[in-house]
């Protein structure tokens, strides 16, 4: 063997001994290396999947339990939960009998850039909503914006067959609707709310005015609130109701109204005026009165109107209050009075000389013109103020509209006035000033909520003395036995009254067979305890034996209103010269 041969024979060993000594070889460390670093990636790659796969599962298990706790009208609506829509408080009569609530309901709305075809889209809602007008509803699918509201407040009927259709980009929103049970027969006192619930009219906007619509815009109203309670007596309101639908039929008027004040507290018990409203549906029903007149105006308090003879109840009023008349004055209304070119005289002519009670049972004119020209221009305007008839009144109502009458007042208007011609006011302030004249000479503003009488006494004024109380009472009782009030006259509950026919402006002049009827009674008159007032707006036909005068028509429905309502306010009817029951056997 060669010297080389032999040199690589032994480096051959000594590289096989060193590797034996020391280890693996370079290849193997190397081959070593790979296979853990392999497996390193693998289990990461598996706990990441691992991970991947928890945090999707955790995710759809938290929804479902999501779900599971929410209730089912969220869950089929899209948006935000119906209890974080505005709530308004129930509204209540004095009986705890419920005129407005609200009812959970839904809005449909779009998402026009999720519509796949407008077209079919439209032609799908209209067989669940046929009134919908498809040129407005395409423009609005095709708009360019991300939101479109298509129709508020749905039935749950409709809601779910709108579902049924499958629409894509078509969804719901829960909101809240309002109702109110009784329907037009409260209207004017309720009032009613747009598609936003925000009050429109009534106690309703009253209310919103109070703060309920600065707690809305801050969302605080989300939670049912405390329900709010009127002083309406729903039993006493229906009849009122029904008495003016019947007046409308009977005497072919107009319009006509009523209100039942007590006059102790000044509580508003029952006020309607027709033509009315449904307030479920305002907008199908309000401006639509074959008559022509507005039927979402409240008459009786947002409508001026010269109050015809009513107002000859102040002017008596006043002159016995200043003692300058007494109950023995006579007045001579034999010839008429001609004063700054135009002549007053009587309706019912007596000619012939007239005592105070006299000129009140036959509502002369001339006599009553002559009692507010003893009182003179000053004392009388001055009363009148005092009365609350030519001041805007104060109520919680908002629909309440100011008095008119002469900027300047010379004599021509003092005496005209004294009668009912020439200042106009609302029919309920008519009634207020008249109850201040027969329950002990207190004024008190009106009000639709709870008022004690001791609360009632705190803000009340004196407006007459006692004696002025004392003759009223007499008059108003005198005027149903002997007067112009006597259809009024309902046995057994000592009802006094005055009746007021004016003749309406037409053109600029009076018309003498356009005529705005008035009565104002009370009752029991001994002591009493509420005012009824009734108008009758241009009433054109007459009942048989009976014109068209007050007396023939408000006096009629006020009696009406009074013999049924009476029992359930708690008047009692009397009978027999002591009060007493009277027995009869047949």
């Known amino acids: 063997m060669s010297f080389l041969s032999r040199i690589m024979v032994l480096k051959r060993k000594a590289h096989f001994n060193a590797d034996a000594r020391g280890g693996l070889s370079t290849g193997a460390m190397r081959f070593q290396g790979t296979r853990k670093k392999a497996g390193n990636q693998a289990r990461n790659r598996l ?5 991947c796969f928890s945090v999707v599962y955790s995710i759809i298990g938290g929804r479902l339990i999501q779900y599971g706790l929410t209730g089912s009208f969220a869950v089929a609506s899209i948006g935000p939960n119906v209890n974080q829509v505005a709530s308004r408080p129930d509204i209540l009569d ?8 609200d009812i959970r309901t839904v809005s449909l709305y779009a998402e026009p850039h999720k519509i796949v075809d407008p077209d079919e889209a439209v032609e799908l809602l209209s067989t669940v909503l046929p009134d919908i007008d498809p040129k407005t509803t395409y423009d609005k699918l095709t708009n360019k914006s991300h939101f479109q509201w298509l129709r508020r407040q749905l039935t749950p009927k409709q809601q779910s067959e709108i579902l049924a259709l499958g629409i ?3 969804g719901f929103r829960p909101s809240k ?3 109110y049970p009784a329907g037009d027969i409260t209207s004017h006192v309720v009032g009613y709310v747009n598609v936003d619930n925000r009050g429109i009219g009534g106690m309703e906007k009253y209310l919103d005015q109070q703060g309920l619509a600065d707690l809305a815009e801050l969302g605080m109203t989300g939670s049912p609130l405390e329900p709010v309670k009127l002083s309406i007596d729903l039993r006493v309101q229906a009849i009122v109701n029904q008495e003016m639908h019947q007046g409308l039929v009977d005497f072919d008027a107009i ?3 009523g209100v039942v004040l007590d006059v102790n507290t000044g509580e508003v018990l029952a006020m309607a005026s027709l033509p009315d409203f449904d307030p479920n549906n305002p907008g199908a029903t309000i401006d639509h009165n074959p008559k022509g007149t507005h039927n979402d105006m409240n008459r009786m308090s947002a409508g001026i109107f010269e109050m015809g003879s009513t107002f000859k109840t102040f002017t008596t009023a006043m002159a016995l209050d200043s003692g300058k008349v007494n109950m023995n ?3 001579d209304a034999r010839r008429p009075l001609y004063i700054g070119g135009r002549t007053i005289h009587d309706f019912h002519a007596t000619r012939r000389i007239l005592s105070t009670t006299d000129v009140f049972i036959h509502s002369s004119n001339i006599g009553s013109a002559k009692m507010a020209d003893i009182v003179g221009i000053d004392g009388h305007r001055e009363f009148l103020t005092r009365l609350g008839l030519l001041t805007r009144m104060q109520t919680e ?8 009458q002469p900027k300047v007042w010379k004599k021509i208007h003092s005496m005209t006035i004294a009668f009912g011609h020439g200042a106009a006011t609302t029919p309920l302030q008519t009634a207020v000033a008249a109850a201040a004249l027969l329950n002990g000479g207190k004024l008190i503003n009106p009000t639709f909520l709870p008022r004690t009488e001791e609360q009632a006494n705190e803000i009340a004024q004196l407006v007459v003395k006692p004696q002025t109380v004392e003759n009223m009472r007499t008059l108003f009782r005198a005027n149903v036995l002997d007067g112009s009030g006597s259809r009024a006259n309902i046995p057994g509950f000592f009802v006094g009254g005055k009746t007021g026919t004016a003749e309406k402006v037409v053109n600029g002049r009076y018309a003498g067979n356009v005529r705005f009827n008035a009565f104002v009674s009370a009752f029991p008159i001994n002591n009493p305890k509420y005012v009824v007032l009734v108008i009758v707006d241009e009433p054109k036909k007459a009942k048989q034996g009976c014109g068209v005068t007050a007396g023939c028509n408000a006096g009629v429905l006020a009696g009406n209103i009074i013999r049924r309502a009476a029992p359930l306010l708690g008047v009692k009817p009397q009978f027999g010269p002591d ?5 009869v056997s047949y």
């Open 47 to 51: 706990i990441i999947i691992i991970a």
């Open 94 to 101: 004095r009986n705890g009998e419920v005129l407005a609530t």
């Open 168 to 170: 894509p980009g078509i």
């Open 177 to 179: 609707r309002r109702f």
């Open 255 to 257: 319009a006509a109204a």
């Open 329 to 331: 004055s006579t007045f």
């Open 397 to 404: 109502l908002p629909e309440v509209a100011s008095p008119s």
């Open 579 to 583: 009060g007493s029951a009277l027995l």
